[in-house]
């Protein structure tokens, strides 16, 4: 009888996260079968206890750096990987703990434990990509499930996944979104923002806060100067740029150049 094609080898990795990236996968559900069909989950410790050893022929990556155990880890997962993608604004900008990178994490450290001399920690929290070749980055806080779906049909047929690097404001068009900005000058972080979302704050009358992280060539300048327009004090730009993506380095520029900035 001949022998069926070897599935390729799936693995997923958390490094630091909320895990909420890792849920998108499961909350696919229907399409997690058919998924099953054409992959092995070879490693996924938040959906099963049974390992495959590696290699993997693709290793989704959630988290950020922020240990110096992490930092070898990565590139451990990097050897064992022949494809490796990014998932979530942690692993893709560091995420919302790239707050620290900003201030002195020992004074933080000093602050909130007790005993902070067992906690072994990095000065900052850096992508995956500041530590290790990354073959494709998938933006969101949390992903988006259909995006992530695509990145896995694309792996299956050796493809680039088609994930537009267009801004929220597009998604907007395409679903005739009245723009919160023009209409009734709400501050909106859309047109520095990476799609993925189908423009979900504004469609319901709120400005983006940039959870996608920035798009590419993304005019951060431009948008700081028109915020400060609209009313928006310096601090509060500041404030705005540093979220999930903070360190991302477009919204890591303009969140500095307003801090230095009075009213
Ligand atoms: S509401 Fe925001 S995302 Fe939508 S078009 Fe206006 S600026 Fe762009
Ligand atoms: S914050 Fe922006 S990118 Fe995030 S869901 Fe809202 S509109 Fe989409």
């Given at each position: 009888?001949?022998?069926?094609?070897?599935?390729?080898?799936?693995?997923?990795?958390?490094f630091a996260?909320?895990?909420?990236?890792?849920?998108?996968?499961?909350?696919?559900?229907?399409?997690?079968?058919?998924?099953?069909?054409?992959?092995?989950?070879?490693?996924?410790?938040?959906?099963?206890?049974?390992?495959?050893?590696?290699?993997?022929?693709?290793?989704?990556?959630?988290g950020s750096i922020t240990t110096a155990h992490d930092a070898?880890?990565?590139?451990?997962?990097?050897?064992?990987?022949?494809?490796?993608?990014?998932?979530?604004?942690c692993?893709?900008a560091g995420g919302i703990q790239a707050l620290r990178n900003f201030k002195d994490v020992k004074e933080f450290l000093s602050i909130v434990y007790a005993k902070p001399e067992y906690i072994e920690t990095l000065a900052t929290s850096t992508p995956?990509?500041a530590?290790?070749?990354?073959?494709?980055?998938?933006?969101?806080?949390?992903?988006?499930?259909?995006?992530?779906?695509?990145?896995?049909?694309?792996?299956?047929?050796?493809?680039?996944?088609?994930?537009?690097?267009?801004?929220?404001?597009?998604?907007?068009?395409?679903?005739?979104?009245?723009?919160?900005?023009?209409?009734?000058?709400?501050?909106?972080?859309?047109?520095?923002?990476?799609?993925?979302?189908?423009?979900?704050?504004?469609?319901?009358?709120?400005?983006?806060?940039?959870?996608?992280?920035?798009?590419?060539?993304?005019?951060?300048?431009?948008?700081?100067?028109?915020?400060?327009?609209?009313?928006?004090?310096?601090?509060?730009?500041?404030?705005?740029?540093q979220?999930?993506?903070a360190a991302?380095?477009?919204?890591r520029?303009?969140?500095?150049?307003?801090?230095?900035?009075?009213?």
């Amino acid at each position: 009888m001949a022998r069926s094609p070897r599935k390729p080898k799936l693995a997923v990795w958390k490094f630091a996260s909320c895990d909420g990236c890792q849920l998108s996968l499961l909350d696919c559900e229907d399409e997690l079968l058919a998924i099953a069909g054409e992959i092995e989950i070879a490693n996924f410790v938040e959906a099963s206890r049974a390992v495959v050893k590696g290699p993997y022929d693709l290793s989704l990556v959630e988290g950020s750096i922020t240990t110096a155990h992490d930092a070898a880890r990565i590139q451990h997962v990097r050897k064992m990987s022949k494809h490796l993608v990014t998932i979530g604004a942690c692993a893709t900008a560091g995420g919302i703990q790239a707050l620290r990178n900003f201030k002195d994490v020992k004074e933080f450290l000093s602050i909130v434990y007790a005993k902070p001399e067992y906690i072994e920690t990095l000065a900052t929290s850096t992508p995956i990509s500041a530590h290790v070749r990354v073959d494709f980055e998938l933006r969101g806080c949390p992903i988006n499930k259909t995006q992530l779906l695509e990145v896995l049909t694309a792996f299956l047929h050796g493809r680039r996944p088609n994930i537009p690097d267009q801004s929220v404001c597009m998604e907007c068009k395409l679903k005739g979104n009245v723009c919160v900005m023009v209409a009734h000058g709400t501050p909106c972080l859309g047109p520095v923002t990476h799609s993925g979302c189908g423009a979900l704050c504004p469609s319901y009358d709120r400005g983006c806060y940039g959870c996608f992280g920035p798009k590419e060539n993304a005019n951060t300048a431009s948008l700081g100067t028109w915020l400060h327009d609209l009313g928006m004090p310096h601090a509060e730009i500041m404030r705005s740029f540093q979220t999930y993506n903070a360190a991302a380095e477009p919204f890591r520029k303009e969140s500095e150049a307003h801090e230095k900035q009075n009213d």
